[in-house]
């Protein structure tokens, strides 16, 4: 997309032909065309996170207000989260059994919003209230086996959020990436 934008500048700067006219765009093979995955709306989320069960409510409710990806939800341990400051450390990633560094590669702090910072309290109350077995690991959102080292696998979200907008009859499908976008929007 950069080279054929680069090509179309330069013919336009020297008065030629674009010679990306002839070029076909990539085509996708294996898959019918999918429609975009859009934001939601403030009323669309807030039906969403009404849907949510409780068990997995603490989870979905910090993707959509920290933008997060789901191996970095996964990869999160309490002492990334300073309630009393209102910040969480984002430094670690799952990623197909390994906990490394995020994405970019980068350590970055998100703010809590009030809201989240009582959902995460709550949970964390339940947490040493049922005396989970991963207490001892840190892991603010762990697989409730020791089959995998605790660490849940992104998709069991997608899971969750697709069950949640059936139940809402949502006609966009939610993804994390979409609770992402969703975030950056609004903060727009």
């Known amino acids: 997309a950069k080279v054929r934008q680069l090509c179309q500048d330069a013919s336009a700067d020297h008065g030629l032909r674009d010679p990306t006219e002839r070029v076909p765009p990539p085509r996708c093979y294996g898959r019918e065309k999918v429609r975009e995955q859009r934001t939601l709306s403030p009323d669309e989320l807030r039906a969403l996170l009404d849907a949510i069960p409780g068990a997995w409510h603490a989870e979905v409710v910090t993707a959509a207000m920290t933008g997060m990806r789901p191996g970095e939800l996964y990869a999160l341990t309490w002492d990334d989260v300073d309630l009393r400051r209102g910040s969480i450390r984002v430094a670690r990633s799952h990623h197909r059994g390994e906990v490394g ?10 703010p809590i919003p009030s809201r989240l910072a009582e959902v995460l309290r709550s949970h964390r109350a339940r947490m040493l209230r049922e005396q989970h077995p991963a207490l001892h690991t840190g892991i603010v959102f762990p ?16 899971t969750v959020l697709e069950r949640a907008r059936v139940a809402i009859e949502l006609d966009v499908r939610v993804t994390p990436q979409v609770l992402r976008r969703t975030l950056n929007t609004q903060l727009v």
């Open 101 to 110: 560094g995020t994405k970019t590669g980068a350590e970055r702090h998100l």
């Open 143 to 158: 697989a409730s086996e020791d089959g995998r080292g605790w660490y849940r696998l992104p998709q069991s979200l997608r």
